[in-house]
């Protein structure tokens, strides 16, 4: 089975390697004050002599003053953004019935990997001897973090290369919104395994960053999405 080795994990990009398969209310209450009634002897009244000035009523100040009124803020405070900026966008299980259509990829149970939860999933028929593709699934299962896919091809097959260039392709095309991604990674891994070289290219679009990978000895070729570094 191709491998997939984990690295950055905090990038969450997934690099591709050889060897076998192995793979994120103040309620205010008044107080009743009760007063009792005393009664008092008063004396006689006093008749007021004549030249005695009834003293003029007394007006109280008119208050003037206007009450301040205080206006309830309007704005409505700004919600932050709590959703990780290195998310793809994409649940696990949506990502499990996109790959797995057809019976094509077989996924076991969730293991975990430096703290981060992942997914690892098995081609039934993509396969070069016991080598056979497959994809890796990591962070949350409500929001991955990256994406990756590892496939085998044969220099001696360019059929095989082809079909196997065809599955990460596919991959590709559910983040990216043109086809050119697509195409680079087909042009890049056939132009790689003619000349026997390695290849690590990497490209952003729509927000991803696509790492396109080649290994020279074990022939096989992968693809890692996940979000770039800002």
């Known amino acids: 089975m191709a491998a997939v080795l984990i690295c950055c994990l905090v990038v969450a990009v997934v ?5 076998t398969g192995a793979a994120y209310f103040l309620t205010s209450s008044t107080k009743v004050a009760t007063v009792t009634a005393v009664q008092v002897n008063a004396p006689p009244a006093t ?4 030249d005695t ?5 007394t007006v109280a100040p008119e ?3 206007t009450p301040e009124t205080i206006e309830a803020p309007t704005d409505t405070p700004q919600v932050e953004n709590t959703t990780n900026p290195l998310s793809l ?6 990502m499990e019935q996109f790959l797995g259509a057809g019976g094509a990829f077989t996924f ?3 293991f975990t990997i430096q703290g981060l939860e992942a997914v690892m999933g098995t081609h039934s028929w993509l396969c070069i001897q016991t080598n056979c593709a497959a994809v890796t699934l990591l962070g949350p299962a409500d929001d991955l973090l990256a994406v990756s896919a590892v496939v085998p091809t044969d220099p001696k097959d360019t059929g095989q290369t082809a079909t196997a260039c065809a599955l990460l392709m596919t991959v590709s095309a559910r983040f990216s919104q043109s086809g050119g991604i697509a195409l ?11 000349a026997q070289t390695n290849l690590n290219q990497s490209v952003i679009d729509n927000g991803y960053e696509f790492t396109i990978i080649y290994n020279s000895q074990t022939h096989n070729a992968g693809l890692g999405v996940g979000r770039p570094k800002k």
């Open 63 to 65: 208050d003037t003053a």
């Open 53 to 57: 000035a009834t003293p003029e009523d």
């Open 15 to 19: 690099v591709v390697a050889g060897g």
């Open 184 to 194: 680079q990674i087909l042009d890049d891994i056939t132009k790689a395994q003619a």
């Open 108 to 110: 076991g149970k969730p």
């Open 89 to 94: 966008g994409v649940s696990r299980d949506e």
């Open 47 to 50: 008749s007021l002599p004549e």
